[in-house]
């Protein structure tokens, strides 16, 4: 396991204000599912095979991330309403997800992941996902300010990842799902 990505999952898990915990887990869950499903793994398969080096690497996984984001908030039928907890719960667990894809790109190209592909990750990630729902910056933040302000008792433990497929091993079978 990646350090780095392993600390960064971390610092975002425990980011996630208390009220958008519960879609934040769910997107996190529905993400891991679509990424590492027997139905859908090919798709990261050919990701991964369009990664030449570490230039291909940010463009590849924030598209792949940001696509998978898009397509759980047309199956979970996600009001277009900006003011909806899915919104402001996808930027975080998109990347999640995106440290997730790192490490398996790391594993199956050999490419170390470094604090500049994660940050440059995270920037094209939210920078695409803010394009993709019609959320500016702003919006965001501002969600976050009212879910602290609003927030009774600092966060208790870690996210419970139960129930969320782990990624294969480069070049091990997918498990059935």
Not at 62 to 90: R, W
Not at 142 to 153: F, V, W
Request: hydrophobic letters at 40%; proline letters at 9%.
């Amino acid at each position: 396991m990646n350090q780095l990505l392993d600390k960064t999952r971390k610092q975002i898990e425990q980011s996630v204000p208390e009220q958008f915990q519960q879609p934040f887990l769910s997107i996190v869950t529905a993400g891991k599912k679509l990424m590492w499903s027997d139905e859908t793994f090919h798709f990261v398969e050919e990701y991964v095979q369009g990664i030449q080096g570490p230039e291909d690497l940010v463009p590849k996984v924030a598209t792949g991330v940001v696509k998978g984001i898009a397509i759980i908030a047309n199956e979970s039928k996600a009001p277009p309403d900006m003011e909806d907890p899915f919104y402001a719960a996808a930027f975080p667990a998109a990347l999640v997800l995106a440290c997730d894809a790192l490490e398996y790109v790391e594993s199956a190209k050999k490419i170390p992941i470094t604090e500049d592909i994660v940050s440059a990750t995270t920037e094209a990630g939210v920078r695409d996902l803010s394009q993709t729902f019609g959320i500016t910056p702003e919006h965001l933040k501002q969600a976050y300010e009212q879910a602290q302000q609003s927030q009774r008792a600092p966060q208790e433990g870690m996210m419970d990842r139960a129930g969320a497929p782990a990624p294969p091993a480069a070049g091990a079978p997918v498990p059935e799902a």
